[in-house]
């Protein structure tokens, strides 16, 4: 199998990780946001948890996540 097949088990780890990183970062955003930013920290946290659920259900679901789908990053 190559390495970046979303169906290999090593790879589908490393994506639910990633996920679950991305819904943690998006909980501790709602938490530490100043009150003035609450709406604009709000809004980060909902990108931020949206993209972390999403590749945690691509790792179940053995698809690529829209994460992956932006293509290599310089």
Excluded: C, Q, Y
Excluded at 3 to 9: E, M, V
Excluded at 15 to 27: W, Y
Excluded at 33 to 59: H, N
Aim: hydrophobic share 55%.
């Amino acid at each position: 199998m190559h390495p970046k097949d979303a169906d290999s088990r090593s790879h589908r780890m490393v994506t639910a990780a990633f996920g679950m990183l991305l819904v943690v970062l998006a909980i501790a955003t709602v938490v530490s946001v100043e009150p003035a930013l609450r709406w604009p920290g709000v809004g980060v946290a909902v990108v931020l948890g949206f993209l972390g659920v999403d590749a945690i259900m691509a790792a179940v679901r053995r698809r690529p996540s829209i994460v992956s789908r932006i293509g290599p990053l310089p």
